[in-house]
DNA sequence: CATTTATCCTGTAAGC
DNA sequence: TGCTTACAGGATAAAT
């Protein structure tokens, strides 16, 4: 996300929309007002700095924001104009400069464009947002107190983006991994230790995809590309069930846990007495 | 109130 | 070959 951040910026921001289109209607699902009112809404405006927070990006234009949640599939490409749509193009943006134009891809249809008041601070739309601990206004004494005061999983309160955002499946299993907590380890009984090293496992993990994502960036297109390199040569357990763990050699475990897969090592991770499932 | 589960979606791959 | 089923998972409404 931070990646497509950048294309955004590089290629987006400073320009001003001339059309929007809304190609499919889940792509603008929750604007209640509906698709029609979402484009009007964006129609003319000037587009500002390129913010992100957790998972969520969002462009102000004008005084309001467009806001972007690419979900599963979700891609923002940025190309010549005049190329021809592609069956999963949801959105699409011109622009006054008549120059390469921004186009919302999504094939499962996970992701999602909303309109919100509030382009230059935090939208009000994604104000439940927590900080992810990449941005100086995360507060890593607040996110230990409130996690300790959780009666759930470790796992499952990582992936909570109003307790810290960025961290999905992937992200939460390698982060555990590398300071050998299992997945259902209670949040009530971490030490304050645990919570740091933790959080110092997410900010690795974070530099590390953020650094692959940016080498395999193209110059054009502004894509998120869920088999980059980082995926490939950094996943110590997702994924990798049967294999051995790269620290003992142990073969990796695979649980089912919250509708998904939960990788991680039987040796580095032993299974808490008391876990919260 | 706090916590957990079900649901949305479709291309791919595995199973029969 | 062709059909069916499982799987991938972020966010949130609904259920507990």
């Given at each position: ?10 290629h ?65 490409v940025v190309g010549e104009a005049d190329r021809p749509l592609t069956?999963?193009v949801?959105?699409r943006?011109s622009f006054?400069d008549g120059g390469p134009d921004l186009r ?114 193209d110059s054009l297109y502004v ?55």
């Open positions: 996300m931070e990646t497509v951040r950048d294309g955004l910026q590089r987006v921001s400073g320009r001003t929309f001339e059309t929007v289109q809304v190609l499919h209607p889940r792509a603008a699902r929750r604007h209640l007002a509906g698709p029609d009112d979402f484009a009007a809404a964006l129609t003319g405006g000037a587009v500002g700095s390129a913010r992100r927070r957790g998972k969520y990006l969002w462009l102000p234009v004008d005084a309001d924001a467009l806001i972007a949640h690419l979900g599963m599939s979700g891609q923002l069956p999963h949801r959105a943006f006054t919302f891809v999504d094939q499962r249809t996970f992701g999602h464009l909303s309109f919100s008041p509030g382009g230059a601070e935090l939208p009000s739309a994604i104000a439940h947002i927590a900080p992810d601990p990449l941005e100086p206004a995360f507060d890593d004494d607040r996110f230990a107190a409130r996690l300790m005061r959780r009666q759930t999983g470790i796992k499952r309160a990582l992936l909570d983006q109003s307790l810290i955002s960025g961290v999905g499946n992937i992200y939460a299993d390698e982060s555990l991994w590398r300071v050998g907590l299992h997945w259902a380890r209670g949040t009530d009984a971490l030490r304050r230790s645990d919570v740091v090293r933790l959080l110092g496992a997410v900010r690795e993990v974070f530099a590390e995809a953020i650094t692959a994502g940016g080498t395999s960036f894509r998120v590309n869920g088999e980059s390199g980082y995926f490939d040569r950094s996943l110590a357990v997702y994924g990798r069930a049967g294999q051995p763990c790269p620290r003992c050699g142990a073969a990796i475990r695979r649980d089912k846990f919250m509708n998904r897969s939960s990788f991680s090592c039987p040796k580095c991770q032993p299974r808490p007495r008391r876990g919260h499932w």
